[in-house]
């Protein structure tokens, strides 16, 4: 069924459809798909995209908003189990826990990052059905642990999340992908950071193979303040994690990094996207992939330097290990700089694991898979043992052991 | 910044272009525009076979359901085709001349100016020199002892007369006339280049070197070279190009292929030094050109090097495609943009065969308000075991209103190969200009040095006949001022 | 009056860094300064050789008659005032030799006297390296350019005996000297010193004026000079430290 259909069947299920503004947007974005000719040479949202798979899908949707829970079982400290997109409404002194509304949806369309031809944003954006806003309150710690959960076959959540720190408050978001239906997620979630605020993002994601989850970020850094953002994939399952991120005022900071462990068919698409708009701001764009049998990954990353913005510190990795001679992966680190005064580098490597450390160990005894094992671990280090979570470092430990018993 | 440096940028941005004059001569169009009777019209002025014309139309065919590629970072208005005279050559050109006696001697104090004596007394030493003056050869240095060896370097149009079978198996291998819009106008259009086959195991001894100039107004020049390096030979190639100062946009669109078979190697290096434009942006070239090499057998090599630092608006991307085993790409290459210039440059190197390798060093350098762009594409198919790349690519900012950008696509399908990539972009070291001046050495003269060992990495590749020049044309760039 | 540096007070970032400091210097003097880490040292030294980020809040500099703050950086240098670094910077791929020689005429030039061609600069080049130790292969190579610590500082102490200056500042020029390359080092020094050049050397070490006798010893810190004398200030120094000058 082609969009355009799609969207006029399903309407009733569809948030805000009875919005006129957004019903203007709306139309706009189903003829942007309707003209665009979905080349995927020079469309980056598109690249290793099976189109038919994800835009002429099955639209169905359930909402089971009753069993969500919102868990304030410590001080400062919240844990939500999402059903299907959506979360129950909370409010207390420290944080406040909505639904999402037009006036967020309006004006996230108004940002002008994300470029037009995103197709999965202006899906999101168009077959939108679930989604939730958390306020953190002014000068609070807070930590916050999300498990996403969709209950049935079938379901197709466009969901978008609006976090907002506001001045001096901090937050630190898990958040858990492991989806084991057959089912696709498409979410957005839209960061602001105010003067003086901190949030670290982690996402655990490790669904089944039958489940899609593609996850957009978009986030917003004010004067002083610095997101942190860290994706930790194992899904067998397709994920595309994007971000965009804008450095709005001086002194802010946006640290993006990302490890995944693709193996079978699977692929992943990341992309990351610093614009710098005001001076004295850091980035920091690492991703590392590690693939095996016919798997695929592509990463973009670009730091984009505003004219204003002097003294800007930019810096990109994109470093990936081929484990099998029907893998491959593509990056294309990009800077784009319109200031003098900056310090930006990157550094892209790709290849097998080093044969020369493989041998080193095998001649201390060791058999070439524990050897081809231990290199595999170390070439992820830094990432893991930087998590400074015990809890979370021990699951992600387990998650690594899984994959490497699979590495043959 | 500081204040001095600000001042010293200001004197660097505005660029005097010392080739920037007109040679009065009389010559030859036909009728402005692109159609089959311009093709014709060449086709027939070259005395061509009809197979060439052939060829010819079905490039421009091809063409015309084209649209010019749009990826690059550069914003330029729409060209007008049909506005443009597709031929031009000094009168008295319907056969190029047998020697010098028959040279309008306008041509050679034309080139006397631009340092390339034809006169046979004072020709460079050590270098043959094919001269093109708008679509025609004009002359071409040390011709004897070439063919001694059995080197053939003579224009493309006397190759087609005398050497078809080598014009119809390679013309258009490496770059098919319908590669995209510009390699089909040029294949369509194209008036003169040269043409070089260096037989089996000669390593030639000289470099060979054409120099291509643009005198005529309003007129595109499409020339045409191709290369071919024969099993276990050697050539190192060299090529230059100016044009005159004219307010108006003039459009330069070259094809240039290599061949390398088995064990040969081909050194490719350009000065290239177009017209980039005035002050504000007014004229100059419109660089769009595609230069693509093949390593066809195992064990060859190909390289280009080049210091680009004209032209308003440079497009071109010279490639590698690593067919054989065990060959090797290499691409160095310095970018200046001053002004308003717009370059978009860059190379792609193509890994198919076995263990082959290659290196990309790439150094742009942007002042004034202009836009430098690195774009580089590296890719390994499946069955490049063991395949190797190594890029480096390094930006330096000189004033805050111009842009540096790199964009390079990296993408391996083979585990075995090793890529590795390593970028920077910055402004020039303040502590090393201090250093300098701490020295003794000017303002100007510390930041032309700094430069040119910024680029030495590049310039060093260059043969000895034209680092020198090299480096003297990166700091006329800078400083503008005529030595 | 050979360098006259009168009641200099210096700024860096809404920093006072040197305080209503004082110091003259006469022709064929050799003065040290030695002080705490942070005292303002090597900010002394920049100003003098008029690295640009500092503002100068007040005072004045006359050297050779000039006041120094009419002259650039390459000015000063060309009129013979020599920095040797703490800390030399790389500068990849601007070979050693041209660089010199384009330095060495530049200054030639601006005194009107004749340039030195390639081929005696070539040869002056050599003998000088070969009297400081240094292996003729490091000429070949590019500024500072992957040079160990104490070959930066010898590669200085060549700059300064090829230019001649009539003022060289040195930097902590002993650190990161093995023994045997101070020796040289200093040799290298009170060879080029005459009745006619003046030398203010920075250092931390009393062992260093051990090789080159100093006429004057002048303790600074937290931005001012606190006390004046002979070697004896030194001896003091290495003995109880800074402590009792604070
Ligand atoms: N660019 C700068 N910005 C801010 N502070 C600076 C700057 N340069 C120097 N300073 C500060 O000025 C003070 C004096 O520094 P200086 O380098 O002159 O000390 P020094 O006496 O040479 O020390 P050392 O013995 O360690 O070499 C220090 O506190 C230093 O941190
Ligand atoms: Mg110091």
Known sequence: MNIQDNYQKNKKNIFFSENKDIQTYREKLINIFENDRFDKKNNESLKNINLKNFFDFKYKYLISEE??????????????????????????????????????????????????????????????????????????????????????????????????????????????????????????????????????????????????????????????????????????????????????????????????????????????????????????????????????????????????????????LSKGILLSDNASYFSKPELKIYADDVKCSHGSTIGPIDENAIFYLRSRGMSKIAATKILISSFINEELSSIDNEQMSEIIQKKLVRYLSKVK | MNSDTLNTLNSYSINKYKYGFVTEIDDEKPKKGLNEDTIKFISLKKNEPEWMLDWRLKAYSKWKKMKEPKWANLSFPEIDYQDIYYYSAPKGFEKKPKDLSEVDPKLIETYNKLGIPLEEQKVLAGVAVDVVFDSVSVATTYKGELEKLGIIFCSIGEAIQKHPDLIKKYLGSV???????????????????????????????????????????????????????????????????????????????????????????????????????????????????????????????????????????????????????????????????????????????????????????????????????????????????????????????????????????????????????????????EDQLYYCRQRGLSHEEAVSLIVNGFCKQVLQELPMEFAVEAQKLVSISLEGSVG | MFLEIKDLSVKIENKNILKSLNLNINKGEVHAIMGPNGSGKSTLANVLAGKEDYEILNGSINFKDNDLFDLNIEERAQEGMFLAFQYPVEIPGVNITPFLHSAINSKRKRMNEEEIDNLSFAKLLKSKASDLGINIDMLKRSVNTGFSGGEKKRYEILQMSILNPDLAILDETDSGLDIDALKIVTDGVNKLKTKDNSFLIITHYQKLLDYIKPDYVHVMVNGSIVKSGGSEIAAEIEKDGFQKFQ
């Open chain 1, 67 to 316: 069993t969500s829970v919102i868990n304030n079982n410590q001080e400062n400290s919240y844990s939500i189990v999402s059903v299907n997109g959506q979360c129950l409404s909370y409010k207390d002194d420290k944080i406040e826990i909505t639904k999402i509304l037009d006036e967020d949806y309006i004006d996230f369309s108004k940002n002008d990052i994300i470029e037009n031809n995103d197709h999965f944003v202006n899906l999101n954006s168009l077959f939108l059905n679930s989604g939730f806003k958390i306020l953190i309150k002014k000068n609070n710690n807070i930590k916050i642990k999300i498990s996403n959960i969709i209950t049935d076959d079938d379901l197709t959540i466009f969901q978008k999340n609006n976090y907002i720190c506001e001045e001096g408050s901090s937050l630190n978001l898990i958040e858990e992908y492991e989806n084991k239906n057959n089912s696709t997620s498409n979410i957005l979630n839209v960061i602001k950071l105010e003067k003086n605020s901190q949030l670290n993002h982690f996402l655990i994601q490790d669904n089944s193979s039958n489940h899609n989850l593609i996850i957009t970020t978009h986030s917003s850094v004010k004067k002083d303040s610095t997101y942190t953002q860290k994706v930790y994939n194992f899904s067998e399952g397709y994920v595309r994690n994007f971000h965009y991120s804008e450095l709005k005022e001086a002194n802010s900071e946006a640290d993006l990094q990302g490890i995944f462990f693709l193996k079978d068919n699977n692929t992943s698409n990341n992309k990351t996207y610093v614009k710098h708009l005001a001076e004295d701001c850091k980035s920091n764009q690492v991703y590392k992939g590690i693939l095996n049998d016919r798997s695929k990954a592509t990463y973009f990353s670009n730091t984009h330097v505003d004219q204003v913005a002097q003294k800007t510190e930019g810096y990109q």
């Open chain 2, 175 to 429: 770059i098919p006339p319908g590669d995209h819009s510009f390699s089909a106008l040029n294949s369509a259009v194209f008036t003169d280049g040269s043409f070089v086959y260096i037989p089996e195991g000669v390593k030639c001894p000289m470099e060979l070197s054409t120099y291509f100039r643009i005198n005529a107004e309003n007129t595109g020049q499409f020339e045409r070279t191709l290369i071919i390096a024969d099993k276990g030979s050697y050539v190192s190639y060299l090529e230059g190009c100016t044009a005159p100062k004219r307010d108006d946009n003039q459009l330069h669109a070259a094809n240039v292929e290599l061949i390398a078979l088995e064990g040969a190697e081909i050194k490719y290096s350009t000065v290239q030094n177009w017209y980039p434009g005035d002050e504000d942006g007014r004229g100059g070239i419109y660089n769009f050109v595609t230069k693509r090499g093949l390593c066809a057998g195992k064990n060859s090599k190909i390289s280009w090097t080049q210091v680009e630092t004209g032209s308003a608006i440079t497009w071109k991307y010279p490639s590698c495609i690593l067919k054989g085993d065990n060959s090797i790409g290499e691409f160095y290459s310095v970018a200046i943009t001053n002004n308003f210039q717009q370059a978009d440059t860059g190379t792609k190197m193509t890994h198919i065969g076995k263990n082959t390798k290659s290196k990309i060093i790439s150094k742009g350098i942007s002042l004034g308000k202009s836009q430098n762009t690195y774009r580089g594409e590296v890719s390994f198919l499946r069955k490049a075991d063991k395949a190797r790349n190594y890029t480096q690519c390094d930006s330096l900012l000189v004033g805050n209103q111009c842009g540096a950008h790199t964009v390079p696509y990296i993408d391996s399908k083979n585990n075995t190969a090793v890529i590795e990539h390593e970028a920077s972009t910055s402004k020039i070291n």
